[in-house]
């Protein structure tokens, strides 16, 4: 390879790692664009949209052009002749008005039964994106934690050979010293598994490769009233997708009583040519047709029941859905406003366990402390580190998850700001 080629390919990676996705925000836009359930989804629609075109079109008569050729016999059996007709044809059949608008009705019902079913996926995918977002940035802030906690206890294991060599400390305090050293690189390469693992999976969600440093993104949400994300259940996915199915029950239903209505029928026909004897100068011919059901033996009757009770129990579907997002949402409200306060706790706790661990060790080398308790506040404050960390990822999932169960658009998404 030419030293040109080499400086375009290393030109072409830095401007590939320079775009790669870096917030939150940007990896969610990438993954939308790569997910395989979504681009489906999608195409679903765009098959529910051309389905209620068609139920529009098909509800107008159709145009057409026509040539008919005919040939008949006379009783002995010799050749009569043919007759040939070109014509454009108006024609509708089985007209009522009323199963047209059904129709209509039923097919804007179904793209938007769709449309919050694409909606549902993108909330799925969001919640992959941001476990997987937020886990990666908690296992490197554990990495951090572990590193500076394994350089604090290499430096007191080499505090305690030196004491251990005047006399002042056991050897079994360096023993136990190096246990707990050894302990904390274990820890430390769990992480850094984490780090990988998880940074595959947001390569795997976009198809690409995510940026080198990504962005902490808010940690909580603005605190809003419980009334306000209950205000937004009818955009909830699953309440959308309900009311569409009730619209398509009642679709249904109308449609089936349509079957009690009478039925028109017509066709206007304007021909070019014909050659049947002596109208020739017929230019055109029209007709009309009304049929009126009567007695179908209690058909059309169970029919109308049929849909009447799968409307009935769309109505109670729609109620059902509706009283459990109230639940998820409180339940999501609370579980937000729980995590938030853990967070506080944590961080309390840790900045606490940091100062216990420089009052310990100071202690320590005075000779106020075993080496077994400045041993116990180190072990407390990696402890203490972890569960902050924890908290963090908790409240950040929990905020996605509040979004998600109160039906924001992702465009008002404070998490993904």
Known sequence: MTPLLCLAGLLAASVSAQNAPRTLREVFDASLKASETVLATEQSIIQAEALYRQAFAGSFPELSVRSDTTWDQKRSYQYRGANENAYLRLAQT???????????????????????????????????????????????????????????????????????????????????????????????????????????????????????????????????????????????????????????????????????????????????????????????????????????????SAAVNSASAGYAAAELALQGTRRAAELEVKNAWRDYASAKRQLALQRRAADTARKDYELNGKDERRGLVTALEALTSLDRLASAELNYTNARLATRLAAIALENASGTPFESMEMLK
């Open 94 to 300: 089985g007209l009522t008005g009323i199963r047209e608008a059904a129709a209509w009705k039923a097919g804007k019902a179904l793209v938007g039964r769709r449309e919050a079913e694409l909606f549902r996926a993108e909330q799925q995918l969001l919640s992959a994106v941001a476990g997987a977002y937020f886990g990666f940035l908690q296992s490197r802030e554990n990495g951090a934690t572990f590193d500076r906690l394994i350089s604090q206890a290499d430096k007191r294991l080499t505090e305690l050979r030196d004491r251990v060599r005047v006399g002042r400390s056991r050897e079994a305090d360096v023993t136990s010293q190096d246990l707990q050293s050894i302990s904390l690189q274990s820890q430390r390469e769990e992480s850094r598994r984490l780090i990988e693992a998880r940074g595959d999976l947001l390569g795997f969600l976009i198809k690409g490769q995510v940026g080198a440093e990504l962005a902490e993104g808010p940690e909580s949400l603005t605190d809003k009233p419980l009334t306000e994300y209950l205000s937004r259940l009818e955009s909830r996915p699953d309440v959308r997708a309900a009311a569409r199915q009730r619209e398509l029950a009642e679709a249904d239903r109308e449609s089936a009583r349509a079957l009690h209505f009478p039925q028109f029928s017509m066709a206007a026909d304007h021909y070019f040519g014909r050659s049947v004897p002596n109208v020739d100068h017929n230019r055109w011919d029209a007709s009309f047709n009304v049929a009126l059901p009567l007695w179908s033996w209690g058909a059309r």
